[in-house]
């Protein structure tokens, strides 16, 4: 599970990219890039608990930017 | 230290946003012609202080997200604030420019408003992903993290959530904060630290007090207390440390009392010599006229003075109350035997005589 979460955040990172969108919205990919950064160094640094804890997130976190990802990624 | 501000140009997409600069400052910034706020790190700043023209494309911070962030914050920002107003201008003025993804054959505010658009769903998902942080109460968790990691990326990202939540963290009252029950543990770090960082008082306007409440509040987060507490720890502290060396504010006023009343005593006691006329009226100053005469007669300023003054004095201090000031005492002094001075002394004393009649019966 630890794998597969690294794996899909990886990958959301990378198309989180602000260079898609318009400078109106650069900001907000960005944040988005910055949260996924975030949650993909606690799923690799954290243990036991703190681990599962990481990972519930993580996941939650890939379901609410499925949409923001395929649009970013089918040319919006 | 700049005397005046330079003003620099940055365009994006060509449209051009206005910064002018003072003391690595950003006093103003204006864009689309309205005046907007950007922050901008002290390191971009010199990058657009240094660079050869005051007219810089935004290319040149390609890859800098701090900076792309901003810039795209602010006009984030002026388009919302266009459409709220219905500013058409500024609305027509976007729609031209490039910065807004535009579906050219619909309505360009339906255009921005779709709720399947890429604006909507990106505005939808940070304001998801942002209470869904907040629900998970991950401040504690971030801070964790950024023991274990060094990621300058992450970093950045954690410092701001973290100082969002040292903003929010409730004032400290005396009133309702001194008495509070705390974790005997956060008591016992929040005393340890500021007894190692040799704090006294804290005051709001100085940067390292703020610096050390701020330190204060980050290892406390880090030992798995809240915010709120952390803080609330840190002054109350601070309090009690200052009422067990100095006493609360009601035990100093009360001693300022006793010591007011001790230097009364003293003074009295002093009085009760009789030598001067100030003497006397302290002495007399409860007393009836014969008990007043009696001390006046003993009193040595008294006993020097020629005949006429004491005369005069007699009338005035004991059946006139006329209190003995500085100027009533300079009047006598000036005065001599003969009769000129003796009259200049009636005249300027009968002066202080009315005024204090008027000034009693007020």
Known sequence: ??????????????????????????????????KATVLLKSVEHFEDDELQKAINVSQEFLRDI???ISKLNGGL | MDLFSKRYTILVNDEPVELSIKNNKIRNAYFMNNRMSIELSEDIIKQIQTYPSTVINADKFDGNAEFTKSISKMMSQQLDLAILRNDKTTLSRFARSGLVENDKTA?????????TGVRKLLINTVDRTNSMFKILKLDRFLDKLKEKIAD???????QTFQQDQFNKAVGYDSKLHLHQE???????????????????????????????????????????????????????????NQISKYG??????????????????????????????????????????????????????YLSMNEAQKLRLENDVIYDDVPI?????????????????????????????SQHQVNTQQ
């Open chain 2, 107 to 115: 309505d360009f505010l339906q255009s921005i408003n779709n709720p």
């Open chain 1, 66 to 68: 499925e949409n923001v």
């Open chain 2, 182 to 240: 705390l974790d005997t543990e956060l008591v016992t770090l929040a005393s340890n630290f500021i007894k190692n960082h040799n704090i006294e008082v804290f005051d709001a306007e100085k940067v390292e007090d703020k610096q050390s409440e701020e330190l204060f509040m980050q290892t406390a987060l880090r030992n798995g207390f809240l915010v709120d507490d952390a803080k609330i720890a840190f002054h109350q502290t601070l309090e009690k």
């Open chain 2, 325 to 353: 000031t500085d100027e009533y005492l300079s009047n006598i002094d000036t005065s001599s035997a003969d009769m000129g001075g003796y009259q200049e002394f009636n005249y300027n004393n009968d002066r202080l005589k």
């Open chain 1, 1 to 34: 599970m630890k794998e597969q979460t690294i794996e899909a955040l990886g990958k959301a990172i990378e198309a989180l990219d602000h260079n898609k969108v318009s400078w109106v919205n650069k900001h907000l990919v960005i944040d988005l890039n910055e």
């Open chain 2, 152 to 158: 300058t990326k992450a970093d950045a990202f954690l």
């Open chain 2, 248 to 301: 609360t504010i009601e035990d100093n006023l009360s001693l300022i009392e006793k010591l007011k009343s001790n230097i009364e005593f003293l003074e009295k006691q002093d009085a009760m010599k009789n030598k001067t006329l100030k003497d006397f009226s302290k002495v007399s100053e409860d007393m009836t006229p014969v008990e007043k005469i009696d001390i006046l007669v003993k009193n040595e300023e």
